[in-house]
Structures are given as C-alpha cells and as structure tokens.
C-alpha cells in the first residue's frame, strides 16, 4: 500500500460510521433577519416579501422539506432520519416585521421556522425598526409553524464602543466580570423565554455569527443545545451541534439564484 492509500483509508476510518449515510442528505440552514414591502430596501439583510415567498417556493418544487429545529436537534443529538433536502429556516433578530410578513408566509406554505429573539426588545424600538411582542410571540408559536428562540437578552451590540458584547472585555471589566456579565445575559435570555413561551428545548444564534469558547461553554452550560453561527455551509450529522452552519438568503436572491448559492455550499 503506498503512502498516499494509506492516508486516504486513514481518513475514511476515522470518519463516524453512522455519517456515512446521512452525509449524502445534508441539513441545509437558512438565515433572514428583516422584512420590507418597499423593493429599494433589498439587501443582504432585508428581504421583500414577495421575494420570500418566490424563493421558498423555488426551493419546495426543488425537493427541499421544511423541517422545525426540534428535528435538527434530533437528528444531531439522536440519529433521527430527516426527508431527502431538509431545509431549516432561521430569523434573527425578532423585528415586527417578521410578524407582520414571514409569519403569514411561512403558514400558508405550511413551512416551518425559528426566529432568534433580543429579549429585552420584545415589543419595543431600540433602532430603525420594531420588535414583535411576546404575545405575538406565543402566536406564532401557538400556529405551530414558528419556534422562539434566544439571540442574547442585551448582547446584540457592542460594549463601551469597544468590540462585540459576547467576545469583548470592557476596559474597567476583570476577566472575572466579563464572565458573570455573558453568563447573566445568556441566562435571563434563557428565563425570559421559559417564562413567555414555555419552550422544552432551547437554542442559541450567535449575534453576528461572533463567538469565543467561552460564550459556547457558558451557553452549553445554562441549556442552550443547538448554537448558530453565519459560516456558510451544510450541515451533516457527525457536526457540533454548537457550531451549525447557516447561509444568508439575501433579499438580493431570487429564487433560482438562492438555490444556486445553496448547490454551492461545501
């Protein structure tokens, strides 16, 4: 056997046996975070809702299955066997919009989605836009095509003008003290939603997409099972499931160009 057989057979071994299969039906994972009727605000992070709907559209009669997170994390924790093209949408943020907009989309398609709430904005304007309450929040969980889930309480900024608020110590902050001010954040963040949407399970998207060790040890930590980053990428079975892949679907995309983007993904 040459050198380079050896290698090759060295890899395939060490690859999980239970991945073998399951690794030719990936978990494609979605990203929106902003709705918006008027065409010139199309953007990486604002999509129109037309556009939404041509773009799920394109991607049901392409084969892709929606599928509520509660079977990713299924399927990465316990094995659980997805249909052919499984497709996980997200939003983040929380914006009314997502209410106003993707809510009625998603119901009619009869698709599913998580969205990733600021806690502390709940029904509130803290920038451009608003949040949706927490009563619209139970609604739309109560459709049972929408799941509510944490992007930090107060964490979706920076700190002191510095850095990101999850991977920054502040200037008068010891080490110690950053530590206790991440851990509170993701720990009401985790409060709040057990107390407003009685969730079983609980997952975490980076605000972002921006994370350290500790963030992902200190969210492990508090209950957070499924965390979310913006690498773009599939997702496969042997994958951490604290480190899931997600691809911006641009409000740029039409339907055909985000199916494109999603053929493209390693």
């Known amino acids: 056997m040459n050198v380079r057989l050896a290698v090759l057979t060295l890899l395939v071994l060490l690859i999980p046996a239970s991945s073998y299969g399951l690794n030719k039906n990936p978990v ?3 990203m929106y975070h902003h709705f918006d009727e008027d065409p010139a605000k199309a953007s990486s992070a604002t999509i129109h809702p ?20 509660r079977d990713l994390y299924d399927h990465l924790y316990n094995g659980k066997e997805l249909p052919t093209r499984p497709l996980v949408i997200t939003i983040d943020d929380g914006y009314l919009s997502n209410y106003e907009y993707a809510f009625p989309i998603l119901k009619e398609l009869e698709m599913y989605a998580t969205i990733y709430v600021i806690t502390s904005y709940r029904g ?80 975490f998207a ?21 965390m979310y980053t913006v690498k773009p990428g599939l997702t496969y079975s042997y994958q951490h499931p604290h480190k899931i892949n997600r691809l911006n679907a641009s409000g740029e995309y039409n339907g055909e160009e985000l199916l494109a983007a999603i053929k493209s993904l390693p």
Do not use: C
């Open 50 to 69: 037309d556009t939404f709907r041509e773009q799920l559209l394109t991607l049901k009669e392409a084969g892709y299955t929606s599928v509520p997170e």
């Open 206 to 226: 980076f605000p972002f997409g921006i994370y350290n060790d500790e963030v992902i040890e200190y969210a492990a930590e508090i209950g957070y099972e499924l």
């Open 28 to 30: 494609t994972v979605l």
């Open 124 to 203: 509130e304007t803290p920038g451009w836009n608003e949040h949706f309450s927490w009563d619209q929040a139970r609604e739309m969980k109560a459709s049972g095509w929408i799941d509510i889930q944490a992007h930090t309480h107060n964490g979706h900024g920076e700190i002191d003008n510095v850095g990101p608020f999850l991977v920054t110590v502040a200037a008068e902050e010891t080490r110690d003290m950053y530590k206790t001010r991440i851990y509170d954040d993701l720990l009401e963040a985790r409060r709040l939603l057990e107390q407003e949407m009685n969730n079983d399970f609980y997952s």
